[in-house]
């Protein structure tokens, strides 16, 4: 791993034992990012993405089986365990989760919850942690943030609640923020202040992002490249102006497709035929073949590889070029 490269991801495979068919959520996922860089994770629900973030904290039930490496900030994170997987999270790496409400300890108010995640990672008073957790609140830009400190999660809005769980995350200076679908159950005016804030907020820490969506539009907003995940594997990754501007993979081209602004004068919203293969039996070859309108035999022998479309933008589809 290089100096400015912040996380590592080296063939990740990620296995699931509920019952007698393993689940293989990730395949074969190479993935880095650089220091400060925000690389967005796009593609439907299952198609691994939370799966793969997660990964990075080892946050996965008892009994997955994770194979590759994963190097973050020079930790090996496949090496970890214990205290010193405690002590990574939350001071290295934080997380920004989905539903918040979930997330925090409904007994315990967001002051008390924000100072203990500072108490446990530094030496520090009670009384300290307590004004760092006042800043932190005004920084997020709560409303009388010395009230709301003292009020417990089922008193906050989906949006200022969300804005405390970006608070915590950063409430001990890490070096990479992992945020998982963070504005998905919020409303769109809310959602959009979100986006701006943690792009803003990236900025001035410096942090390394990796941000999960199924949405092509936030995965716009806020990141710098982005990975198109289908099945477990990455399907095409490059800059997002060019991801955007310029899809290769069919996959990436029918998510495109399918945004809403672009049905306006039509009958019927565009949308990618099928559903997403059952991965306890997965198909031979492209597991998006079943649904690509390009599909042809070739497509269903061999899973085809990444390739180079250009000097920073890959795709895997055996018919590019």
């Given at each position: 791993m290089t100096e400015e490269t912040m996380i590592d991801i080296r063939n990740l495979s990620v296995t699931f034992r509920p019952g007698r068919k393993p689940v293989k959520a990730v395949n074969g996922v190479s993935l880095s990012v650089k220091a400060g860089e925000v690389v967005a994770l796009l593609g439907e629900s299952g198609s691994g993405k939370s799966v793969t973030m997660r990964s990075l904290l080892k946050l996965h039930p008892?009994?997955?089986?994770?194979?590759?490496?994963?190097?973050?900030?020079?930790?090996?994170?496949?090496?970890?365990?214990?205290?010193?997987?405690?002590?990574?999270?939350?001071?290295?790496?934080?997380?920004?989760?989905?539903?918040?409400?979930?997330?925090?300890?409904?007994?315990?108010?967001?002051?008390?919850?924000?100072?203990?995640?500072?108490?446990?990672?530094?030496?520090?008073?009670?009384?300290?942690?307590?004004?760092?957790?006042?800043?932190?609140?005004?920084?997020?830009?709560?409303?009388?943030?010395?009230?709301?400190?003292?009020?417990?999660?089922?008193?906050?809005?989906?949006?200022?609640?969300?804005?405390?769980?970006?608070?915590?995350?950063?409430?001990?200076?890490?070096?990479v923020l992992l945020a998982d679908e963070p504005t998905t159950a919020l409303d769109a005016t809310v959602q959009i202040q979100?986006?701006?804030?943690?792009?803003?907020?990236?900025?001035?820490?410096?942090?390394?992002?990796?941000?999960?969506?199924?949405?092509?539009?936030?995965a716009a907003e806020v990141a710098d490249r982005i990975a198109v995940m289908y099945a477990g594997r990455i399907v095409e990754e490059g800059p997002a102006v060019e991801i955007i501007r310029n899809p290769k993979h069919p996959y990436t081209k029918g998510l495109l497709g399918a945004r809403v602004e672009l049905a306006h004068g039509r009958d019927r919203l565009i949308t990618i035929p099928g559903a997403p293969p059952d991965l306890t039996a997965m198909p031979p070859g492209c597991a998006f073949a079943p649904r690509c309108p390009q599909a042809t035999d070739i497509c269903r022998v061999d899973v085809p590889a990444l390739t180079a479309a250009s000097v920073d933008h890959s795709v895997g589809c055996v018919h590019y070029g």
């Open positions: 008892k009994g997955t089986l994770i194979e590759g490496a994963i190097d973050v900030a020079g930790h090996d994170v496949m090496q970890l365990s214990g205290r010193a997987l405690s002590d990574m999270r939350g001071a290295t790496v934080s997380m920004v989760f989905q539903e918040p409400r979930l997330a925090l300890d409904p007994v315990y108010t967001l002051g008390q919850q924000i100072e203990e995640t500072i108490m446990r990672h530094e030496k520090i008073s009670r009384s300290a942690a307590a004004a760092r957790a006042l800043a932190l609140f005004e920084k997020v830009r709560i409303p009388s943030p010395e009230r709301r400190l003292k009020n417990y999660p089922h008193e906050m809005s989906g949006g200022m609640l969300q804005r405390s769980m970006i608070a915590m995350a950063l409430a001990c200076n890490p070096k979100i986006l701006l804030l943690i792009r803003e907020l990236q900025k001035e820490y410096g942090l390394s992002v990796i941000f999960v969506t199924h949405d092509i539009g936030v």
